[in-house]
């Protein structure tokens, strides 16, 4: 518990520093989760190179918390750290892996920034994430990794029941997405794991998608600000924490579907099924309420 005591402290500080330097919403706070990281992860699986390189693109991204940097260079610092994680995993040389690889990453990075509108929203879904590396990997320190990593985030949730208090950042879930794909790729064998896994993220990438198509087929500059996600629809209907239910709902509803069928594409095309059906359906109820 030592952890957790010692992340709301930080969190505090955090906080206090950023308003003496900074006329804004602290935010850019999940970049901390870069030292626990390093010692039981980076240590252990990575050569030094790497490790340094995705210390530095991280650093070089909490500038756009700080004051923001053009869209193209945040996606470079994306395809960047996903052509270091793939040199830095065992993939045979196989380029058709980078390529899987750099998608992975660029929808993990942009589809935890737009559940970052509601800060509870994006600690709830990282806790759930975290929660299956904790109890399923087989490797110990990611284990040991996502249960610190777990202190924090429930820490950091403790700011977030106010709204506009303090943020996880841009920086933060660039970090933390390098870190899934990380401790993904060191337990691909693991097929539990990575059933749940995709269980528990498949529906906000298929919210993030549908609002991407929305935009383009209303001709909306994709680089704008959106509430059009259905967490930050229910939010601005519902004055209460029920937006966290759809992904809290849709993830425990894919993890019992996980256990009848075996991971395999026919397992990711009838959870795609499922979600799109449920997101329709979710957002023709909320639209006839109205």
Known sequence: MIFFFL????????????????????????IVLIVPCYFLYFEEQLYFLSTFLILTFTFIYFLDDLKGIHFLWRIMLQIL???VIFFSVSFDGNYIFLILNLFFILVLVNVLNFQDGEDLNISTLLIMIFGVFYFYADLEFIKKTSQIILLFLISFSFFNFKKNFLYFGDSGCYLISIIIALFAYSEMNNAILIKLLISVIIFPVIDVFYVIGYRILNKENLLTRNYLHIYQIIAQKINSKLYLLPNMILSFLNIFISFYIPLGINFIIFLVSVNISLLFIMRLIIKKSD
Do not use: A, E, R
Not at 7 to 30: A, E, Q, R, S
């Open 7 to 30: 992340f709301l402290l930080i969190n505090i500080c955090y906080i206090h520093v950023w308003y003496k330097f900074l006329d804004k919403v602290p935010t850019g706070i999940g």
């Open 81 to 83: 750290s996903s052509v």
